[in-house]
């Protein structure tokens, strides 16, 4: 399980998140937030967790997406099946998603409600994935943006599943973050800027 706190003036959030059985604990005051996040868990297969405060609506929402993405970057499998595809109706909307969790961070598609196409990007970015989301159609953005977290949630199930080996060209790709001679720091620990 990952288990992130991030904090910054603007929001406080604490997220737990695994590869489960889709169950969502979801604490957030924003209603359709919340129902995205626990539709996001359910048809992902993932655990999820989450508290989350924010001063304004557009914060929240970003941040509670770049937390879910760091946290789940933590939880792929290095044999992942890394690529999934969905195709999902609401009602009159239908929106495919496609995923790859092969560490190259991109996100194409807008939707209707721009502050669930940041969402996306945002959550995209800091998994470390590509992610490509198409509307085929619709009118009522709700159903749009609902389809298209469906999508994404059934291809991340798709793209989670460790087959037991590394599916690339590359094979396993590895990243060592080596010791570097630490700045001077301030008294209270802060970062001195150098002048030049």
Known sequence: MSRLRRQTRETQIVADVRIGS??????????????????????????????ATGDLKHHLIEDVAITLGLALADEVPASAARYGWAQIPMDEALAD?????????????????????HFLHSFATNLGATLHIQVLRGDDPHHIVEAAIKATGMALRQALVDGGVVFST????????????????SPAGVDQEEDG
């Open 22 to 51: 889709g169950r969502a604990n979801v604490e957030v005051a924003d209603g359709f937030l919340k129902h995205m996040v626990e539709t996001l868990a359910r048809y992902s297969g993932l655990d999820i967790e989450l508290t």
């Open 97 to 117: 998603a496609a995923i790859d969790l092969g560490g190259r961070p991109f996100y194409v598609g807008p939707l209707p409600y721009k502050l669930y196409t």
């Open 170 to 185: 590359k094979g396993s790709v590895t990243l060592e973050r080596l010791e570097s001679p630490e700045r001077p720091k």
